[in-house]
C-alpha cells in the first residue's frame, strides 16, 4: 500500500499520513508525532561517527560543497568541468551525487585550486570547558 503525506500539514513536530485505498481514494489514517531530535553539531556527530571521522567527514564536505558551488556558476557541463580538473566525467558525477566516501581532503583541495578557488586552514585551538 502507498502512503501519501498532506504537504500542508507538514511541522516539525508532527504530520498526518494518508493511505491510498486502491481506486484513486485517499483517506485519513493517523496523527504521527515525530521524536525532537536535538542535534550534536553535525549530521556526522549525530550519526555516531567518533570525534576524528566526524571532523574528517565535515571537511571533505564543506570542500565537496565549495566545487559544487564552483562548477554551478561556472556553468561547466560535466564533460567540460573533468577536463579542467583533469578527472573522468563519472568523478563529476559521483561529486554532485555527494558520494563524500570516494574523495579524499587530497583530492578535493586540489580541484578547488583548479577551479582558481584558494583553501585555508584554520586549527581552532581553544580548550573545551
Known amino acids: 500500500m502507498n502512503c501519501f503525506y498532506d504537504d500542508d500539514q507538514l511541522n516539525l513536530s508532527s504530520f498526518r499520513t494518508w493511505r491510498h485505498c486502491g481506486q484513486g481514494n485517499v483517506k485519513h489514517e493517523e496523527d504521527v508525532k515525530m521524536k525532537q531530535h536535538v542535534t550534536k553539531g553535525s549530521v556526522f556527530d ?4 567518533d570525534k576524528a571521522e566526524a571532523a574528517n567527514l565535515k571537511i571533505r564536505a564543506a570542500l565537496m560543497r565549495g566545487i559544487e558551488e564552483q562548477l554551478e556558476k561556472s556553468s561547466l557541463t560535466q564533460a567540460q568541468a573533468s577536463k579542467l580538473l583533469g578527472v573522468s ?14 574523495f579524499t581532503i587530497d583530492m578535493l583541495v586540489i580541484m578547488l585550486t583548479k ?8 586549527i581552532d585551538d581553544r580548550i573545551a570547558a
Open 46 to 49: 549525530d550519526l555516531g561517527f
Open 89 to 102: 566525467q563519472p568523478r563529476i558525477s559521483d561529486l554532485k551525487q555527494g558520494k563524500i566516501h570516494l
Open 115 to 122: 577551479l582558481g578557488k584558494p583553501v585555508y586552514l584554520v
